[in-house]
């Protein structure tokens, strides 16, 4: 079946990096758009970034514009997450996303599989 497992979270002071990565097993990496959305508690998932099936194109939100950059790596069937400059207002659980689908969507509801999440708290 397809999973896609986060890593790279963790606690980190305001200012920090953390690089968050998603490996994913039972499907056809190159074939999905992958996407990073985060929760804090009490809020609604947004959409952090998002990275074209081959990569060309990356579409971020404009809290990570300039701080985060999303790639991926296919042969590695893996997507990262690299954030830095972190802020207080970045804590949250991270989600890693797949979508077959081509048309970009900054919505949670294209995607077709997530991964469990990953904890990132910035500390000031």
């Known amino acids: 079946q397809v999973q896609l497992v986060e890593s790279g979270g963790g606690l980190v002071q305001a200012g920090g990096s953390l690089r968050l990565s998603c490996a994913a097993s039972g499907l056809t990496f190159s074939s999905y758009a992958m996407g990073w959305f985060r929760q804090a508690p009490g809020k609604e998932r947004e959409f952090v970034a998002r990275i074209s099936r081959s990569g060309g194109n990356t579409y971020y939100a404009d809290s990570a514009k300039g701080r985060f950059t999303i790639s991926r790596d296919n042969a590695k069937n893996t997507v990262y997450l690299q954030m830095n400059s972190l802020k207080p207002e970045d804590t949250a659980v991270y989600y890693c996303?797949?979508?077959?689908?081509?048309?970009?969507?900054?919505?949670?509801?294209?995607?077709?599989?997530w991964g469990q999440g990953t904890q990132v708290t910035v500390s000031s």
């Open positions: 996303a797949a979508d077959r689908g081509i048309l970009v969507d900054f919505t949670p509801f294209p995607y077709n599989y």
